[in-house]
T-cell receptor
C-alpha cells in the first residue's frame, strides 16, 4: 500500500528556534493535513490544504505556524518560534479526493527544550 | 462542535478472547464515524468507517463496529484477538466524509498470550 512519509522521525530544538517538519504525501493525492498529539492528549486537527491554499485551520494554527507545498511533492509545516508547548507528535495525512480514505504518516516527534 | 469520548484508556485482553472498545460522541449535527489503529512506530490506519446505511460496519483484520444513534455510540468489537492486535485504537468523527477529524483520547489494547 502507498505510504505518507514524514522526516525526521524525531526532532529536538531549542525554544525560540524555527523548525520545519517535512512530509511527502502519496503522489496522486490532492488534499493534505497536519494533526498533532501532545503526550497524553487527543490527536488534534491543525490545518488542511488544497489547491495550494489553506482550506481550514484550527485555533491552534496561529501566526507562528505556516504550511507550504514548495515543489509539488513535499508538504511542510513550519513553526517560526517554537515554544515548550509545541512539543508533540505531528502527523501528516493526505487523501486523493475529498471522500476518499485518509492516509497518515508515522509522525515526527518534536521536542522543544 | 463535536467531541468524542473513549471510556477506556487501556484494555488488557488475552489472546483469542473477545474485545470491545467503547466510543461515545457528542454532536449537534449528523456525523460520520471512524475507527483508526496505530501500531507501534507506525501512522494511523483506517480500520473502518460509518457514513450511512447499515449500522453494523465491518472493517479490516476482523474488526466490526455498530453505530447506535440513540446512544450516540460507535463501539468497536473483535470476537477473537491476536497478539498482533496490540496497538492503540482511536475513534473519530467528522461532519462530512472529507472534513477534519475530531478524535477521542485513544484506547491502548494489550493482547497477552
Amino acid at each position: 500500500e502507498p505510504e505518507v512519509t514524514q522526516t525526521p522521525s524525531h526532532q529536538v530544538t531549542q525554544m525560540g528556534q524555527e523548525v520545519i517538519l517535512r512530509c511527502v504525501p502519496i503522489s496522486n493525492h490532492l488534499y493534505f493535513y497536519w494533526y498533532r498529539q501532545i503526550l497524553g492528549q487527543k490527536v488534534e486537527f491543525l490545518v488542511s490544504f488544497y489547491n495550494n491554499e489553506i482550506s481550514e485551520k484550527s485555533e491552534i494554527f496561529d501566526d507562528q505556524f505556516s504550511v507550504e507545498r514548495p515543489d509539488g511533492s513535499n508538504f511542510t509545516l513550519k513553526i517560526r518560534s517554537t515554544k515548550l508547548e509545541d512539543s508533540a507528535m505531528y502527523f501528516c495525512a493526505s487523501r486523493q479526493d475529498y471522500n476518499e480514505k485518509l492516509f497518515f504518516g508515522s509522525g515526527t516527534q518534536l521536542s522543544v527544550l | 462542535a463535536q467531541s468524542v469520548t473513549q471510556l477506556d484508556s487501556q484494555v488488557p485482553v488475552f489472546e483469542e478472547a473477545p474485545v470491545e472498545l467503547r466510543c461515545n460522541y457528542s454532536s449537534s449535527v449528523s456525523v460520520y464515524l471512524f475507527w483508526y489503529v496505530q501500531y507501534p512506530n507506525q501512522g494511523l490506519q483506517l480500520l473502518l468507517k460509518y457514513l450511512s446505511g447499515s449500522t453494523l460496519v465491518k472493517g479490516i483484520n476482523g474488526f466490526e463496529a455498530e453505530f447506535n444513534k440513540s446512544q450516540t455510540s460507535f463501539h468497536l468489537r473483535k470476537p477473537s484477538v491476536h497478539i498482533s492486535d496490540t496497538a492503540e485504537y482511536f475513534c473519530a468523527v467528522s461532519v462530512a466524509a472529507g472534513n477534519k477529524l475530531t478524535f477521542g483520547g485513544g484506547t491502548r489494547v494489550l493482547v497477552k498470550p
